[in-house]
């Protein structure tokens, strides 16, 4: 329906990554997640999600949900992927010197600002802010994991 719904690949590479067995609602998951990274990306109010999918209530529980199950993907993205993440702290002397590797994390920041969602924090809580965080870093992952282009 929209440019930020996932590929037929990336909805793939998802059911053979996490098990879909117990997913027991009336309405599709891959179409809860579409709607959760429309929200993502497009910034827009959760009231206003489009109609073509589920009410914003039903989509607003499942994000809240998923989040608070720790649903996405770091401690099983290190495991599963064999993703490491590194949080560097800064130790300022007075001059300035290069971090290895800043060049990556840059890019990411850059990468993360397609998100329109993330470039304000609208959320009420660190919890809900660190969430949408998440779901960025997994259409991000997904798109590098499957090789499709950025379509937004």
């Known amino acids: 329906m929209y440019l930020t719904d996932l590929t037929d690949a990336q909805k793939e590479y ?42 914003w209530q039903t989509v607003y529980y499942y994000f809240r949900r998923w989040g608070a199950m720790d649903a996405f993907f770091i401690e099983e993205a290190k495991h599963d992927f ?10 300022y002397s ?4 290069p971090a290895k590797k800043r060049w990556v994390v840059e890019r990411t920041f850059a990468w993360l600002e397609n998100f329109r969602r ?5 959320e009420e809580t660190t919890e809900s802010a660190n969430e949408m965080l998440m779901v960025a870093a997994v259409v991000i992952s997904l798109r590098k994991l499957t090789s499709v282009n950025n379509r937004f």
């Open 14 to 55: 998802i059911k053979g990554t996490i098990l879909m067995d117990n997913w027991r609602s009336k309405y599709d998951f891959f179409l809860i997640l579409d709607a959760i990274i429309y929200i993502d990306v497009s910034g827009c109010q959760w009231r206003l999600l489009p109609e073509e999918y589920p009410k």
């Open 82 to 91: 064999g993703i490491d993440i590194e949080i560097t702290h800064s130790n």
């Open 94 to 97: 007075g001059q300035f010197v």
């Open 118 to 122: 993330l470039c304000r924090n609208y």
